[in-house]
């Protein structure tokens, strides 16, 4: 069992920056994936990015390809999804997840992601 910590997040003006952590409460497997979503009210989850704990690619959706960057510390088995350049449209609840053995086709897919965090609110003012 793993369990997810979120923090962070919080309320900006458009163009702003923010930032949401995530700590696992155990390593997980080199392999295994932190995916990042947010869904705002209304909608559906949506996709926002992934990495792997052993590095290599991040992986963006295109709306935020550019402007948000996943940054890995494994010392503390955190992961930070770093947002600039803030928008309006980016107001939403920001969850990671940790999926465990995905390829690169299911990092999309909320449904393959086997452990949630809490969710964190952040919100962009126009």
């Known amino acids: 069992q793993i369990q997810l910590t979120e923090s962070g997040g919080g309320l900006v003006q458009a163009g702003g920056s923010l930032r949401v952590s995530c700590t696992a409460s155990?390593?997980?497997?080199?392999?295994?994936?932190v995916g990042w979503f947010r869904q705002a009210p209304g909608k559906e989850r949506e996709f926002v990015g992934a990495?792997?704990?052993?590095?290599?690619?991040?992986y963006y959706a295109n709306s935020v390809k550019g402007r948000f960057t996943i940054i890995k510390d494994n010392a503390k088995n955190t992961m930070t999804l770093q947002m600039n350049s803030l928008a309006p449209e980016d107001t939403a609840v920001y969850y990671c997840a940790v999926g465990l053995r995905l390829i690169q086709s299911d990092y999309a897919t909320a449904t393959r992601y086997e452990y949630w965090g809490q969710g964190t609110q952040v919100t962009v003012s126009s």
């Open positions: 990495l792997r704990w052993n590095g290599g690619s991040a």
């Open positions: 155990r390593r997980t497997a080199s392999n295994d994936v």
